[in-house]
């Protein structure tokens, strides 16, 4: 008896999981062949940047209205290919396309972002530069607010400066003003030398910070922080014009 229910269980087992494949298959099968609904984009904004909206997003989808995705057969749409358009875009860090069960087509797009801009003369000239040290176009859509860079002689800086392994350094400290709140806020124009190093002007305070070569980088803005911290309060903001931090264990204010 114990043994007749123990099988009848298991057929019934069986037979719901059956049910729930067929079920399963039926409704993959409807989705395959229902024409393309609504389009939906989905923008990861996460810095506040705004170098590409969904409009755009939509019209690089449909190929700028050549291609109709809205009621297309399913078999005429090519989801890697709607992606690669999307990633070709300069602002386009990642990009998923995909269909619900309703069909609609769904755009997933997460931006690229600059840390950085590269200055020239003309200013129509300038790009941005991004945390992997690739050139960024500016855009109409957005002004970025991220810290200038250029050589101290005036003359810009490529994107290819920050590709070698001796660039990757600048890069880093990009990238470290760029993730620390603070100093994103502080630093105002960075400046790299002829001999390599770079120095700094500030958003408040007149000194200009002489940092150096890349190196010991978080050590160095600690540096400065405790010349924040200790002097401008006693002696003011005015008294020094020149504040070095180069040097290990030493701040040189003149």
Known sequence: MELKRKANNLLFATACLLLLVGLGAFAAVRQAHRPVGGIIVSISNEFNNFFISEREVASLLSRHG????????????????????????????????????????????????????????????????DADGHRLPLSPLFTARVVPISRLNGQPLAASFFQDSTGQRYLEFLRYIDEKPFWRAQVAEVFVGANGKLSFTQQVGDQ???????????????????????????????????????????IICE
Request: charged fraction near 30%.
């Open 66 to 129: 050549e291609d109709q995705l809205e009621g297309a057969d399913p078999a005429d749409v090519d989801l890697k290919d709607l992606e690669a358009r999307l990633k070709a875009h300069s602002f386009v860090k990642e990009a998923q396309v995909y269909r619900d069960l309703a069909g609609n087509l769904h755009a997933d797009v997460r931006q690229n972002r600059p840390i950085a801009r590269l200055v020239h003369s003309d200013s129509r000239q300038d790009s941005y530069l």
């Open 208 to 250: 200009r910070i002489e940092f150096g070569f890349p190196e010991n980088i978080s050590e160095k803005f600690a540096k400065l922080m405790v010349f924040y911290r200790q002097i401008p309060p006693v002696l003011g903001w005015d008294t020094y014009h020149r504040v070095n931090v180069e040097f290990k264990d030493q």
